[in-house]
């Protein structure tokens, strides 16, 4: 049975900084890409970023970009997304997801079809 559980969100101030962990389990890990989602309440899952099964290909949203930085150790079946400089647009609950369609890479735009093996999520808030 595959569970994935993220944790590492919290409440922060604007210009603070948070990192979010996904560790998984009862998956082979590294045969997937991963990405993180969110969601605002009254709004749509969107897409932050994706990294492909070993790390050598990352995607960004436009709306994080130079701030966010995701990561993963597949030794410790292990995603990761440092977020810096934050600001209360970035107020969400924070999904991981492992890509299932694309061989261990992914497609961009993220569309939310394309990931399984959702977790529960952790929230982000930030006050400004």
């Known amino acids: 049975q595959v569970q994935v559980v993220e944790s590492g969100g919290g409440l922060v101030q604007a210009g603070g900084s948070l990192r979010l962990s996904c560790t998984a389990s009862?998956?082979?890990?590294?045969?997937?890409?991963m990405g993180w989602f969110r969601q605002a309440p009254g709004k749509e899952r969107e897409g932050v970023s994706c990294i492909s099964w070993n790390g050598g290909m990352k995607h960004y949203a436009d709306s994080v970009k130079g701030r966010f930085t995701i990561s993963r150790d597949n030794a410790k079946n292990t995603l990761y997304l440092e977020m810096n400089s934050l600001k209360p647009e970035d107020t969400a609950m924070y999904y991981c997801?492992?890509?299932?369609?694309?061989?261990?890479?992914?497609?961009?735009?993220?569309?939310?079809?394309?990931?399984?093996?959702w977790g529960q999520g952790t929230q982000v808030t930030v006050s400004s």
């Open positions: 997801a492992a890509e299932t369609n694309s061989g261990g890479y992914y497609y961009i735009p993220m569309k939310t079809g394309s990931f399984d093996y």
């Open positions: 009862g998956l082979t890990f590294d045969d997937y890409a």
